[in-house]
Structures are given as C-alpha cells and as structure tokens.
C-alpha cells in the first residue's frame, strides 16, 4: 500500500475537518516528495543552478543599460524562478503522477472535497517554494546590502497571486499531461514565458516599449512586479514614493493579476481531469 492510498483510505474511515484533510494530505505527498530524487532535484538544485546563470545575464545586460540594479533584479528573479519550478511544474507533475495512480479518483469518494484535494497536493511544493523564497530574501538583503522592503503587504499579495495562478495553471497543463514524462514538455510555454517574459531574465525596463507592454500582461508579470515593487519601490519604469505611492503604481497589477488569477482557477475547475484518459 503506498503512502498516497493509505491516506486516501484514512481520510475516507472517518469523519475530519477541512485542516485535518489538508494536513494529511500534504503530509502524504511530502512523503512522496522525498522520496522522488527527480523532483527534489528540480525543486532544490534546478532553480539554483538558474540563479547562477542569472547573475551572469544580469550583469551583461548591465553593461548596456547603465544605471540597472542587478542586486535588487537577482534577488527578484531567484524568488521567481523557485516558484515557478518549485510550485507550478512540480505540481504539475504531482497532480499527473497521482491520477495516473488512481489516487485522486479514490480521494474524491471520501470526505475531502475537490478543492481540497488539489490544495493538499500542493502544501509540500508551496511550503518547499516559500522556505527557499524566504532563504534567497534573507540571505541576498544580507549579502548584497538591500534595502528593507517599501511596502511588504504588496510582496504578500504578490506571492497570493503568483502561487495561486501557478497552482491554477499546474492543475490546467496536468490536464494535457499524459505521463510524468512529458510534463517537461507540457510545462515548458509557462516556463519560459514566466522566465524570459515576465521580467525574471530580462528585465522589462531593458525591452523595447511595445513589448514590455504586452509582456505586462502575461500571467505572471503583475505578481511578480508586485514582489518586485513592494520590496524595492519601483517596478522598473519609475520609482513610487513611500509606502502610499506604491499603491497607485500598483493598481493595474494587481488587477490584472487578479484576472489571471482567476482565469486560471476556472481553468483548473473546468478542464482537470480527475482519472486517466481511456
């Protein structure tokens, strides 16, 4: 009996509460977190490795662009870079990985309800992504002397979204994911349009006018410009004065933000698949 099933058998024995539900949950798919070497290693040393190459492509981009801040920008786009890996294609291949064991088409006969399910799937990856987010903050604002952050309520709201659209979108693409295997490839437009898109590679404030407007509007941008405002009070394009300037460069992230955010929970709702296609 694996670990998953056990807990969908313990779930379905008793009566629970909805924390209760998501803490064995999480704490099953933990379990199974570590013991896939291939997903701790594109959790742990995948994003770092990035990060690496980062710090080299920042500092050739500064070369050109006079004035870029490539400290605040490397600290910004580890944070990105983790929860874009850690989060959405991890989850990606949890949620593939479990239908395929018929894992989730036994939980839903039980007490847990679906979005739970799908929440309790994810605790590892969104804890795992949070501590490592927390990790690079600590250890980059010490090392490389930044500032403390403007306005932390934006960084938390651009966390919120970012890892709520993540989570979205993994449930979405598990829909188009046959096998565990082929999650690289089913993952890798999100991958890369949050990377070399969303301002984590390329900063936007490098791009020309017409496309940094439009990969503005790309999934991840507005939370990750969101991050990037709370903490350094500028997004790039001008800077935002204090903690209440901030807010109205804010506005339209947060509202397009929030648009993704639920087009991509509709998505996830309508189009996840719960057992293996026939």
Partial sequence: MTTATATARSLAAGRTTTTG??????RAEAVLL????TALFTALLLPLLLIAGLRNVLDEQAKDNP???????????????????????????????????????????????????????????????????????????F?????????????????VLVIGTLMGLAAL???????VESAGITTMPVLLLSQFGSGLF?????????MADVCRL???TPAFQLIRLGWFGTDGSAAATGFAGTWSTAAPYLVTGGVWFALAAWGAVRYFRWEPRR
Avoid at 21 to 26: D, H, K, Q, S, V
Avoid at 86 to 111: F, P, Q
Avoid at 202 to 210: I, K, R, S
Wanted: hydrophobic residues 55%.
């Fill in 143 to 159: 090392a490389l002397k930044l500032s403390a952050p403007v306005n932390p309520l934006l960084m938390v709201a651009g966390l």
């Fill in 218 to 220: 790309l999934p991840t």
């Fill in 67 to 141: 004035g870029l801040d490539v400290d605040s920008l490397l600290v910004n786009g580890a944070i990105g870079m983790i929860l874009a890996f850690v989060v959405y294609y991890n989850l990606t291949a949890a949620y593939v990985a479990r239908r395929g064991e018929l894992v989730l088409k036994r939980l839903r006969t039980g007490e847990a309800r679906d979005i739970e399910i799908l929440a309790g799937t994810a605790v590892p990856s969104v804890g795992l992504a949070l501590l490592m987010c927390t990790v690079v903050g600590v250890v980059g604002a």
């Fill in 173 to 179: 693409s598990s829909a188009f994911t046959r096998t």
């Fill in 34 to 37: 570590l013991r896939n070497r």
């Fill in 202 to 210: 390329f900063p936007l404030e490098v791009m020309p006018d017409g």
């Fill in 21 to 26: 539900r998501l803490l064995a949950l999480g």
